[in-house]
């Protein structure tokens, strides 16, 4: 059940988002004609929702939406105004409120505005959940799907992730391309080469495990005495 406090210092208009709102939702619904309680409502309960008129004494509409986003950024504020003020309620939705509705308004109005807002706080709900669970793993398993391609896919980034070959991952924006990253060693992980000590080492690796047989054929990766079969006494010298 989600959580909707309305504030509007007019006890008529009050009474009738009371009858609009209670009435007609499934939802928790608080009413207060004092914005200045507003505080005092935010630290009893986490709103989805709220309602709010744009011109009241004590607190306006915008100082009610940045009090409310400083406690939760993540509630939605709609904001209600004349049409005189109309103005204002639009630099309200730049301030980050979700949508304004001006008096007088049809009820139907009103309801499907707040459908929409339950909605967008619902996905925000689902985004946080899965951006936590995203957290707790690591690698592949942080990929789902059970489709052929996503299968084929998994099985290519298991084998190619314990290599240490240079990878391109290309693909369109918002298609997962860190995720199918997640898996491979971070550049700082996998040992730096320098082509100087590169060459120093070859050298080396190759004046060690180099040999020439009598046929002048050159074996590589094999001692003299492995060459020879490792039993008998190696030779002391080979023709050149």
């Known amino acids: 059940?989600?959580?909707?406090?309305?504030?509007?210092?007019?006890?008529?208009?009050?009474?009738?988002?009371?009858?609009?709102?209670?009435?007609?939702?499934?939802?928790?619904?608080?009413?207060?004609?004092?914005?200045?309680?507003?505080?005092?409502?935010?630290?009893?309960?986490?709103?989805?929702?709220i309602i709010t008129d744009l011109k009241m004494p004590g607190k306006n509409g915008i100082e009610v939406l940045q009090e409310a986003k400083a406690k939760n950024p993540q509630t939605a504020v709609i904001i209600m105004t004349a049409y005189g003020t109309i103005d204002s309620a639009i630099e309200a939705t730049r301030k980050g409120a979700f949508d304004y509705i001006t008096k007088p308004f049809r009820k139907e109005r009103l309801l499907h505005l707040i459908g929409q807002a339950l909605h967008w706080r619902q996905l925000?709900?689902?985004?946080?959940?899965?951006?936590?669970?995203?957290?707790?793993?690591?690698?592949?398993?942080?990929?789902?799907?059970?489709?052929?391609?996503?299968?084929?896919?998994?099985?290519?980034?298991?084998?190619?992730?314990?290599?240490?070959?240079t990878v391109l991952i290309t693909g369109e924006s918002g298609t997962g391309k860190e995720l199918v990253a997640a898996p491979f060693p971070e550049p700082q992980e996998r040992p730096a080469v320098y082509p100087d000590?590169?060459?120093?080492?070859?050298?080396?690796?190759?004046?060690?495990?180099?040999?020439?047989?009598?046929?002048?054929?050159?074996?590589?990766?094999?001692?003299r005495q492995e060459r020879h079969g490792g039993g008998g006494k190696p030779r002391d010298s080979f023709p050149r």
Do not use: C, W
Not at 15 to 44: G, Q, W
Not at 201 to 206: A, E
């Open 1 to 49: 059940m989600s959580a909707i406090l309305v504030i509007d210092d007019e006890q008529d208009m009050l009474a009738l988002l009371r009858r609009i709102i209670a009435d007609r939702t499934d939802n928790e619904v608080d009413f207060s004609d004092d914005p200045l309680k507003l505080s005092e409502f935010l630290s009893r309960k986490d709103y989805d929702i």
């Open 124 to 165: 925000q709900k689902e985004n946080v959940l899965l951006r936590r669970q995203l957290e707790t793993k690591s690698g592949v398993h942080a990929l789902v799907g059970s489709s052929p391609p996503m299968s084929a896919l998994l099985n290519q980034i298991e084998k190619v992730a314990k290599t240490s070959a």
């Open 197 to 223: 000590r590169l060459r120093h080492n070859t050298r080396n690796h190759y004046r060690k495990r180099t040999v020439r047989s009598p046929q002048g054929i050159v074996h590589r990766g094999f001692s």
